[in-house]
């Protein structure tokens, strides 16, 4: 009898340890969802005003490729790849000024480091 309550026992404790590992992986995967939401918001954002301000400026349809890593802390790194034939006979003062406009103080300061490449 003390066997079989011993048991039960065990069985019971080994189910509790496991919900609760179910429920904080559940938790850490909805805040990951989250924060990839959050950014996914703020990459569209950025995208769309790089693309405004490249048509304003005569780069009418550039492609506009963004990717991003995450180090090790949890920060974000981008890459922004900007691709139109006009932009590539441009200077390199006029690139970088065209770079300065491209930054932008609402994704910059959520993100880590961003470079962006013309080709």
């Known amino acids: 009898m003390n066997r079989g309550l011993g048991m039960i026992t065990a069985f019971l404790v080994l189910a509790a340890a496991l919900s609760v590992g179910g429920t904080v992986m559940s938790k850490e995967r909805n805040d990951c969802t989250r924060e990839n939401e959050r950014y996914a918001l703020l990459e569209d954002a950025f995208t769309e005003r790089t693309r405004g301000i490249l048509e304003e400026r005569g780069y009418r349809n550039s492609g506009v490729t963004v990717t991003w890593t995450r180090e ?16 590539g006979s441009l200077g390199e003062d006029e690139k970088e000024r065209l770079t300065e406009a491209l930054h932008c103080e ?6 880590e480091a961003l470079s962006i490449v013309y080709t």
């Open 72 to 87: 090790n802390g949890g920060a974000r790194s981008y890459r922004v790849e900007i691709h139109h034939r006009m932009i």
């Open 106 to 111: 609402t994704f910059c300061g959520e993100v």
